[in-house]
């Protein structure tokens, strides 16, 4: 059974930081590329960052390009999203995805092209 696990969500002020975290379990990690997704309330679920399935080549949002950075360990099943400069906009739960691919230097930004979904991490970010 197929697992992600979101952690690292919180509430941080305007211009802080945050590492969220997603422990991936039964299936092989370094097959599939990653993806980190984010929905605010009365919002559409939207793209954040991607990541290939070699952790080599990665794509960014515009509106966090700069600030957020997307990696990945292969050897611990584990993506992260390094968040800096918050902004109150960014308050949303973050979610991330995994995808099957045979493909490296590969990344995918829309949301039905995820197989498997974590449950969520809530961050608030204060003004």
């Known amino acids: 059974q197929v697992q992600l696990v979101e952690s690292g969500g919180g509430l941080v002020q305007a211009g802080g930081s945050l590492r969220l975290s997603c422990a991936a379990s039964?299936?092989?990690?370094?097959?599939?590329?990653m993806g980190w997704f984010r929905q605010a309330p009365g919002k559409e679920r939207e793209f954040v960052a991607a990541i290939d399935r070699s952790g080599g080549s990665t794509y960014y949002a515009d509106s966090v390009k700069g600030r957020f950075t997307i990696s990945r360990d292969n050897a611990k099943n584990t993506v992260y999203l390094q968040m800096n400069s918050l902004k109150p906009e960014d308050t949303a739960v973050y979610y991330c995805?995994?995808?099957?691919?045979?493909?490296?230097?590969?990344?995918?930004?829309?949301?039905?092209?995820?197989?498997?979904w974590g449950q969520g991490t809530q961050v608030t970010v204060s003004s």
């Open positions: 995805a995994a995808r099957l691919t045979r493909y490296t230097s590969t990344w995918y930004l829309r949301a039905n092209d995820y197989n498997y």
């Open positions: 039964g299936l092989t990690f370094s097959t599939h590329a």
